[in-house]
């Protein structure tokens, strides 16, 4: 069973975008299948989300974004970071799942970035 365990998590990372040069590479940890979510990103210039519709706006030291998936899967998105060297940092602000459901509690959501 460890084996299989290993094969699902190191082949999801293998799938995930490889960021653009001077980007930085996040997907959002979620236990359900995504359709939208709506964040902050700290120590960032710019958004850029393949997988859909962003809408970004400045804040005071990063942005906020509403993402929109094309299709309900995973998402994945890469930021500018503000400065090189910085590593930039997110909250989830909300989500809705692929039947549009929001949940109660934002506890399992997370940003990770690589």
Known sequence: ??????????GSDATRPVA??????????????????ALEVRGATALDFPGGTALVTPVTDGLRAVMLLDEPGPLDFFVTPAAEGLSPTAVVLDVAD?????????????????
Do not use: D, T, W
């Open 1 to 10: 069973m460890p084996l299989v365990l290993c094969l699902v998590a190191c």
């Open 20 to 37: 653009p040069e001077g980007q930085v590479a996040a997907h959002v940890e979620a236990p359900v299948v995504l359709s939208a979510v």
């Open 98 to 114: 692929a039947a549009r459901n929001v949940p109660g509690s934002l506890e399992a959501y997370r940003v990770v970035f690589r």
